[in-house]
């Protein structure tokens, strides 16, 4: 169709994360730009100058910007193979909703981990662990958060799990002791194709976060 993709992203961005995913299961071959966030491109300010934040897609030209607004764009778009979205009204609002508590739970009680010291990361260590058991319950006996297959939530999801070991290593804890079935669930994603040449490696992650604690003063 000679159509141009790129990807204006940073390799540990687990937003970033999302829309390799997205694109690999569609099998959209795409250009790759690394982006540094301290020295931000001419083209990141070009393509998204109102957050000035990656990730952007930028599809023959035009950029769409903000990681699940990228996937909903990515599974309309290339329709013809892996649906990621559910054709059923009412479960497309569930997992709108789902993948909206992931962005406000999942990132912001992990972030604190990693941003606090002392008595108030052990504060945010118990948040993080309660809303993984809120996303167990979700998770059922299902394999998936999509049912018996990889689905959109599992999409949305999944990238976190590659910052776990930072959280992990900081915080002193082990996710696995408090919730098994939610790392089980991870460590099935992981064994598709697409999701595991999509993820970042977790030392990679757990370097660029002992570099921001440093930055920040933190240790």
Same mark, same amino acid.
């Given at each position: 169709?000679?159509?141009? $993709?790129?990807?204006?992203?940073?390799?540990? =961005?687990?937003?970033?994360?999302?829309?390799? /995913?997205? #694109?690999?299961?569609?099998?959209?071959?795409?250009?790759? !730009?690394?982006?540094?966030? @301290?020295?931000?491109? @001419?083209?990141?300010? @070009?393509?998204?100058?109102? *957050?000035?934040?990656?990730?952007? #897609?930028? *599809?023959?030209? +035009?950029? /769409?910007?903000?990681? /699940?607004?990228?996937?909903?764009?990515?599974?309309? %778009?290339?329709?013809?193979? =892996?649906?990621? #979205?559910?054709?059923?009204?009412?479960?497309?609002?569930?997992?709108?909703?789902?993948?909206?508590?992931?962005? !406000?739970?999942?990132?912001?009680?992990?972030?604190?981990?990693?941003?606090?010291?002392?008595?108030?990361?052990?504060?945010? +260590? +118990?948040?993080?662990?309660?809303?993984?058991?809120?996303?167990?319950?979700?998770?059922?006996?299902?394999?998936?958060? &999509?049912?018996?297959?990889?689905?959109? $939530?599992?999409?949305?999801?999944?990238?976190?799990?590659?910052?776990?070991?930072?959280?992990? $290593?900081? &915080?002193?804890?082990? %996710?696995?002791?408090?919730?098994?079935?939610?790392?089980?669930?991870?460590?099935?994603? +992981? @064994? /598709?194709?697409?999701? =595991? !040449?999509?993820?970042?490696?977790?030392?990679? $992650?757990?370097?660029?976060?002992?570099?921001?604690?440093?930055?920040?003063? #933190?240790?």
């Amino acid at each position: 169709m000679g159509e141009e $993709v790129v990807v204006l992203d940073t390799r540990v =961005s687990m937003f970033g994360m999302r829309v390799r /995913i997205a #694109l690999a299961e569609k099998g959209v071959q795409y250009e790759y !730009k690394e982006q540094d966030l @301290q020295n931000k491109s @001419q083209i990141l300010l @070009q393509m998204n100058p109102i *957050h000035k934040k990656i990730p952007v #897609l930028i *599809h023959n030209g +035009k950029p /769409i910007c903000e990681s /699940i607004v990228i996937v909903e764009y990515i599974d309309e %778009v290339w329709n013809d193979k =892996s649906p990621l #979205l559910s054709s059923d009204p009412y479960q497309r609002a569930q997992d709108r909703f789902w993948t909206d508590f992931i962005d !406000k739970k999942v990132y912001d009680d992990g972030k604190r981990i990693w941003t606090k010291k002392g008595n108030e990361i052990e504060v945010a +260590k +118990k948040d993080f662990i309660n809303t993984l058991k809120q996303l167990e319950d979700r998770l059922g006996d299902k394999p998936y958060f &999509g049912g018996d297959t990889f689905g959109f $939530v599992d999409l949305a999801l999944i990238p976190y799990y590659t910052w776990f070991y930072a959280y992990e $290593v900081i &915080g002193n804890f082990k %996710v696995e002791a408090e919730c098994p079935k939610f790392i089980a669930w991870a460590e099935r994603c +992981k @064994q /598709i194709e697409t999701v =595991s !040449k999509s993820l970042a490696d977790e030392k990679v $992650v757990y370097d660029f976060v002992v570099a921001l604690r440093k930055r920040f003063g #933190l240790q």
